[in-house]
C-alpha cells in the first residue's frame, strides 16, 4: 500500500535541518564553517540545484549532487537522509537503508529517517524491521499519521489485518484528509469481513474524490461481489480511464498490495470480464 517518503531539507542561509511535512521543528544545525561568501554561494546554489534535481524526479543526477554536498557537510544528517531518498526512488535499497543510518546516527531523536529507513525495510518484505521503525516515529511523534498508515501497510505485509486495519483507522482520524490512509482502512475491513462498512466508506470516498482509480477499482470487485454487475462495469470503465494498471492484477496485489481477498474478488471480476 502507498507509502510516504518525507524529504529533510536545509535552509541555504542557516543549513538548519527541518522536515519538510513539519516546517516549523528545527531537529538540528550545522555550525557554518569558514567559507568564503563566493564559497557559501556556490553551495547554496548546489543545494538548491539538488533540491530542485530530487524534486524534478532525475535522481541519479540528484545522488550525485547530494554526494558532492555530503563531501563538504558529512555531519548533517539531512543531506545523507536526502541522498538516502534519492537513492531509495532508484531502488537502491540497502544503499539507502545505509543513508538512513547515517542521518539517525547523527540526530538520533529525528523521526523522518526512521519513517524512510522504514519503507526502505518493506520494500526488502522485512516488515517486522520496518514496524520496529515506524514505533520508533510514533514513539516520537504520536499524532504522525503517515508512520500509523505505513506501519498497517508492514503489518498487512505479516497478515496481520486487525492490527492494520486499526492503524488505518488512526491514520485517517489524525488526518482526516488523507485519502489514501482512509482507503487503506476501508480495504483492510473489507479483509477482516466488515464488508458492509468497507464498501461504505469506499463508496463515499469514490462520492468524495471522484478520480481516485483505487477507490473506484475497489468499487468494483465489490459491487461484482454482491452481484451488482452493471454498476460494477461502470466503475471498472472509469478505473482503467484513470489508471490501466489496475488491469495488472500482480501489480494490485505486489505493487498496490490489496488486501487479499479484495484481490480474489478482482480477480474474479476480470476472469469473467
Given amino acids: 500500500m502507498p507509502n510516504l517518503i518525507r ?9 538548519s535541518l527541518f522536515s519538510l511535512s513539519h516546517p516549523s521543528n528545527v531537529i538540528a544545525a550545522s555550525q557554518p564553517q569558514n567559507f568564503t561568501p563566493t564559497q557559501i554561494e556556490k553551495l547554496e546554489n548546489l543545494f538548491d540545484q539538488a533540491l530542485n534535481t ?19 557537510y558529512p555531519d548533517n544528517p539531512a543531506i545523507w537522509s536526502n541522498r538516502g531518498n534519492v537513492r531509495l526512488s532508484q531502488n537502491k535499497i540497502e544503499a539507502a537503508i545505509s543513508d538512513y543510518e547515517k542521518a539517525i546516527e547523527i540526530v538520533p531523536l529525528a523521526p523522518d529517517p526512521y519513517l524512510n529507513r522504514g519503507i526502505a525495510y518493506e520494500r526488502l518484505q522485512q516488515w517486522s524491521e520496518a514496524i520496529a521503525d515506524y514505533n520508533q516515529v510514533i514513539e516520537l511523534d ?132
Fill in 142 to 273: 504520536p499524532t504522525d499519521p503517515v508512520a500509523y498508515n505505513n506501519r498497517g501497510n508492514a503489518e498487512g505485509g505479516l497478515g496481520e489485518w486487525e492490527k492494520a486495519t486499526a492503524d488505518y483507522q488512526k491514520a485517517s482520524e489524525l488526518a482526516p484528509e488523507y485519502a489514501f490512509a482512509r482507503a487503506n482502512y476501508a480495504l483492510a475491513l473489507y479483509q477482516i469481513g466488515q464488508t458492509q462498512k468497507a464498501v461504505q466508506t469506499i463508496k463515499n470516498l469514490v462520492r468524495k474524490y471522484p478520480n481516485f482509480a483505487d477507490m473506484r477499482a475497489a468499487l468494483t470487485a465489490c459491487l461484482w461481489s454482491q452481484g451488482k454487475k452493471g454498476e460494477a462495469e461502470s466503475n471498472w470503465v472509469a478505473t482503467v480511464g484513470l489508471d490501466p494498471r489496475y488491469q495488472d492484477l500482480d501489480w494490485v496485489a505486489n505493487i498496490r498490495r490489496w488486501p487479499p481477498t479484495l484481490v480474489d474478488s478482482l480477480e474474479k471480476f476480470l476472469k469473467i470480464r
Fill in 7 to 15: 524529504q529533510l531539507f536545509i535552509t541555504t542561509l542557516l543549513l
Fill in 54 to 72: 530530487s524534486n524534478n524526479g532525475d535522481f541519479t543526477n540528484a545522488e550525485q549532487l547530494w554526494t558532492q554536498i555530503l563531501k563538504q
